[in-house]
């Protein structure tokens, strides 16, 4: 990244990084255990230097998910929580029932908008469903989308046929779409850091 791609009003959106994540056999293998250290340190940045961040919640609507409301997976972790209303810039939190934060509450697009926001970060959890999700949205609706793979984490999963990929698989078929497909740029924790630090 350039000293010209981060702009002072991008706004970092941290999508599910909720406790029911943490149940292992509800999920099954993950991968990139960094994650949750470097979702922690791009909020700080983002917060230090006064740049917006958004705050999201998936609220599952499926019976037995660790993520429905009313359970204490639904919880953002701890160390997520904890950092909420700490930054000097402005802060949206929205909830969901489905992939993509720009079907939450409140509209996604609409706070964009009023605040100016024409870039965003993604971060969170899963990377290849609602991280990969909003990430296409974003650059259907226009936006300028940054993608920060080593932010993000997900899981093994079975398809069709039997046909089953890694974690570390998906993630990388995630990275290929993105930017191969032009609906994102993918970029390093590292990276974005030292942007906003600039």
């Not at 609507?61 to 000097?88: A, H, I, M, W």
């Not at 969901?96 to 908008?113: H, M, Q």
């Not at 870039?119 to 999700?133: D, H, L, S, Y």
Request: with cysteine; aromatic share 10%.
């Amino acid at each position: 990244m350039n000293e010209r791609e981060l702009h002072s009003k991008a706004a970092l959106v941290v999508i599910d990084v909720q406790k029911g994540f943490d149940e292992k056999e509800f999920w099954g293998p993950r991968d990139n255990p960094d994650a949750e250290e470097n979702i922690a340190a791009l909020i700080d940045a983002w917060q230090a230097t006064g740049r917006p961040v958004v705050f999201v919640r998936h609220d599952s609507l499926k019976p037995g998910s660790p993520l429905r409301p009313g359970q204490e997976g639904n919880d953002l972790k701890d160390f997520v929580e904890e950092r909420r209303g700490k930054g000097e810039g402005a802060e949206l939190f929205v909830t969901k029932t489905v992939n993509s934060a720009f079907y939450g509450t409140p509209d996604l697009r609409e706070w964009f908008e009023a605040e100016g926001i024409h870039q965003f970060v993604v971060t969170g959890i899963q990377t290849n469903m609602c991280a990969e999700t909003t990430a296409r949205m974003g650059g259907n609706l226009g936006y300028e989308v940054l993608f920060a793979l080593d932010a993000t984490h997900t899981f093994d999963l079975t398809g069709p046929y039997g046909w089953r990929l890694t974690a570390e698989e998906l993630a990388r078929a995630t990275a290929v779409t993105l930017q191969g497909g032009g609906f994102a740029e993918v970029v390093t924790t590292a990276e974005l850091v030292a942007a906003a630090q600039r």
